[in-house]
């Protein structure tokens, strides 16, 4: 990570942009300043005893016409209008299910973590720093309205 300065403030820039400490432990925040940004990742954001903080990442989407991406961009793209219909925001959705979605041991390995419930499910991945450190968990995949197989 390399820091700059930027109106007087430090900020750390890191593989996704930004690197933004603020927002631990302030999801619905993380998520409506990352919308805002459009960049950048907001760390420890998120939350679960099973697994510990869970940064967030604005990603980006690779393929608009597939829905295909990752992070925030993607699931905004994929599934905001699903959430919407749902009678939630993304940024009141996402901590929602991440926090009682029910762990998937069967579908779980050591490089990542899915939660189901009945409408939806979620992955959580385990990302590695180039030197191949293990960096944090990310919220990377989300599914919703589709029945976990």
């Known amino acids: ?28 925040e993380a998520i409506k300043f990352l919308r805002e940004k ?6 420890a954001a998120l939350y679960r005893s099973d697994i510990g903080d869970i940064d967030i990442v604005w990603g980006e989407i690779t393929d608009p016409i597939k829905h295909k991406g990752y992070g925030l961009a993607h699931i905004i793209d994929k599934h905001e209008l699903e959430i ?3 009678g939630f925001n993304v940024e009141d959705f996402v901590p929602i299910v991440v926090q009682f979605g029910n762990f998937n041991l069967k579908k779980s390995d050591s490089q990542k973590k899915v939660f189901e419930s009945e409408t939806f499910r979620f992955v959580v991945a385990l990302e590695n720093e180039q030197n191949g ?10 599914d919703i309205l589709k029945r976990p197989k």
């Open 133 to 142: 450190k293990i960096k944090k968990w990310l919220l990377s995949a989300f």
């Open 84 to 86: 919407n219909k749902l």
């Open 38 to 43: 459009k960049n950048g990742e907001c760390i």
């Open 1 to 28: 990570m390399t820091k700059t300065n930027i109106k007087e403030a430090v900020v750390e820039t890191g593989k996704y942009g930004p690197v933004y400490r603020q927002f631990a432990g302030k999801p619905k």
